[in-house]
């Protein structure tokens, strides 16, 4: 029986990256795209509680959804798909998921989302801005999905990966990485609009990471694919030990 793929993203279900991606996936198996239908960036773990989710069919097992990529991987996998799929795989993001990204991010909590469901899943994108090489990240995808699917990911686990943007014969390996720590200039930038009412823009321009070896930040800046292993489990295990300690 072929392998059943489902495939998200946060960019939107018209976006190039979530294109190439399905197009080179469908090496393995039966692809289907349930995604939102538009940009839904920064949306985290949003889930639509409060007004009804509409379906929209762009094609043969194409979806789009007005909600968030976590709305959509619930959707697929209890309302639009007749079977619960083998592998889920979010992105190709436009632009990174690095260090704190991840606590914003709607193409990683997809795969955050589909983990939580019991279903193997990886998010992947491609750390560029413009000039976009979608089909070296959909490479590395195809690859990872394999061998997913021979060898399984432990328990409660996803991937979170990024691939720099330059050429196949350019990138030098990958590494297994953790999460690293970038750097942001102001986070909330202020104007006043023609009628003297001032408005708020949030999200500060990205200055770079701190160089800390073995993250994701600094295995990219080096052109190594970062996979960074992600839990469901939030806990900090290390701290339960002292904060038993305390005498409230």
């Not at 989710?53 to 194409?62: Q, T």
């Not at 799929?85 to 260090?99: Q, R």
């Not at 823009?201 to 701190?210: M, R, V």
Request: glycine share 8%; charged share 20%.
């Amino acid at each position: 029986m072929p392998m059943k793929i489902l495939i998200t993203n946060d960019d939107g279900v018209l976006s190039e990256g979530l294109r190439t991606l399905a197009q080179t996936i469908a090496a393995l198996g039966d692809v289907s795209v349930v995604a939102p239908d538009r940009e839904r960036s920064a949306s985290a773990h949003s889930l639509t509680l409060h007004r009804p989710l509409r379906v929209e069919e762009r094609g043969p097992r194409i979806y789009a959804v007005d909600g968030t990529p976590v709305d959509c991987v619930n959707l697929a996998v209890y309302g639009i798909l007749k079977a619960h799929p083998d592998l889920v795989i979010s992105g190709i993001n436009n632009g990174p998921n690095l260090g704190e990204d991840l606590v914003y991010s709607g193409t990683v909590s997809a795969a955050f989302e589909a983990t939580f469901l019991g279903i193997p899943a990886f998010a992947i994108s491609l750390v560029a801005r413009q000039d976009f090489r979608y089909q070296v990240a959909a490479n590395f995808a195809l690859t990872v999905a394999t061998h997913i699917m021979r060898e399984g990911l432990p328990a409660d686990t996803f991937l979170n990966i990024n691939v720099p943007n330059v050429e196949e014969n350019e990138i030098r390996s990958y590494t297994i990485t953790r999460q690293g720590k970038r750097v942001f200039a102001d986070a909330i930038v202020e104007k006043v609009d023609p009628r003297g009412k001032k408005y708020y823009w949030i999200g500060g321009g990205d200055q770079g990471f701190q160089e800390i070896g073995g993250t994701d930040c600094y295995a990219v800046a080096r052109n190594s694919i970062s996979i960074t292993p992600l839990c469901v489990d939030l806990t900090n295990h290390d701290a339960v030990q002292k904060l038993e300690a305390w005498r409230l």
